[in-house]
């Protein structure tokens, strides 16, 4: 008696029709998926950009403690001095190189500012960022503050992150109303948080003069104002 050696059933091929459902099947997973993973990498460099910053408000706090009790001015005027403190502090010796304040730096060049920007209260007379009484940062010399002339540490910028990356997007931290990006702000306390820039606009009814009252960066009143309120009151 013979055996019959049984045969493999034919292979069926995936169909046109089939292979278009897997695939649609497939992009709308990702379409699901997409949002949140990107929504993870924000939130891992939101995390890292708080850390820098953190880093940052100890390095300055090195710096005050080495010259005196004086924030870093070391520019011909007040913006410059405001967003090269970087620089100021490489020249003091409290830091090596530019990177260390900044590791998004591509290069490391004498004028190349890092993303995080030093409150212009901390260089620049209270007296001058007064509504009615303001000058020109652009055009006038920096000061001298000493830290012990901030009022409300609690409630006063030290630091923010002026350009916020946010996938393949990169938006101003401040001030255009359509952008409104969340960003890390650290205060003359060494407190942290994360916010939107409307988030700090104690007197929103005054007008901007000659750059004074943006958020954190030109706040009014300067050493003495305040950028949030303090223990849930007015400001």
């Not at 897997?22 to 929504?39: C, K, Y």
Request: a positive charge.
């Amino acid at each position: 008696m013979k055996c019959r050696t049984p045969k493999a059933a034919p292979s069926r091929a995936f169909t046109i029709v089939e292979v278009v459902v897997v695939i649609g099947v497939l992009m709308m997973l990702a379409a699901l998926v997409m949002p949140a993973v990107r929504n993870s990498i924000d939130a891992a460099k939101r995390s890292a950009d708080m850390a820098v910053m953190r880093q940052n408000a100890s390095l300055i706090n090195v710096y005050v403690n080495d010259q005196r009790g004086v924030y870093p001015v070391g520019f011909d005027t007040a913006f410059r001095a405001s967003v090269r403190w970087a620089q100021t502090l490489r020249a003091a010796g409290t830091i090596e190189r530019l990177r260390e304040s900044d590791p998004n730096l591509s290069v490391e060049e004498a004028d190349e500012l890092t993303h995080h920007t030093l409150t212009l209260a901390a260089v620049f007379p209270w007296e001058a960022m007064r509504p009615g009484n303001c000058r020109d940062p652009h055009r006038s010399p920096p000061a001298a503050v000493r830290a012990a002339d901030v009022s409300h540490p609690d409630a006063k910028g030290l630091l923010y992150n002026h350009k916020i990356t946010s996938g393949p997007k990169s938006d101003n931290w401040c001030c255009l109303p359509e952008s409104r990006p969340v960003g890390p702000v650290v205060f003359c306390d060494g407190s942290a948080e994360l916010g939107r820039w409307l988030n700090y606009l104690p007197y929103p009814d005054r007008p901007i003069e000659f750059g004074i009252g943006v958020p954190i960066w030109s706040t009014w009143d300067g050493a003495r104002g305040v950028d949030r309120s303090r223990s849930g009151g007015s400001p």
